[in-house]
Nanobody, 124 residues
Framework: QVQLVESGGGLVQAGASLRLSCAAS????????MGWFRQAPGKEREFLAA????????YYADSVKGRFTISRDGAKNTVDLQMNSLKPEDTAVYYC?????????????????WGQGTQVTVSS
């Protein structure tokens, strides 16, 4: 049973940084790829970044490219999202997701497993 647990959300001021972490458990993730998404009230779930569990270069949405960085730690079984220069429009619930394929995916329908989400609020 795959379990994903996000942590690290909170309330920050515009311009600040936050680091979200996703702890993955339940099986080997060697053949998996991982993604981060967010969802603001009244909006669709939005792709942010994805990375293969075995590493390599992350792929980013244009809205966060240059500000967010996805990384994974195979020893700790975690996938992190470093968020810099946060803006009020980054306010949302942030979700970690996993899919049992190495090919990166950009839409939420292609992910099989989800965490419970962590709230990020950026004040102006």
């Amino acid at each position: 049973q795959v379990q994903l647990v996000e942590s690290g959300g909170g309330l920050v001021q515009a311009g600040a940084s936050l680091r979200l972490s996703c702890a993955a458990s339940g099986r080997s993730f060697t053949m998996f790829s991982m993604g981060w998404f967010r969802q603001a009230p009244g909006k669709e779930r939005e792709f942010l970044a994805a990375i293969s569990w075995t590493g390599g270069i992350g792929y980013y949405a244009d809205s966060v490219k240059g500000r967010f960085t996805i990384s994974r730690d195979g020893a700790k079984n975690t996938v992190d999202l470093q968020m810099n220069s946060l803006k009020p429009e980054d306010t949302a619930v942030y979700y970690c997701a996993a899919r049992p394929y190495r090919r990166l995916a950009l839409i939420y329908q292609e992910y099989d497993y989800w965490g419970q989400g962590t709230q990020v609020t950026v004040s102006s």
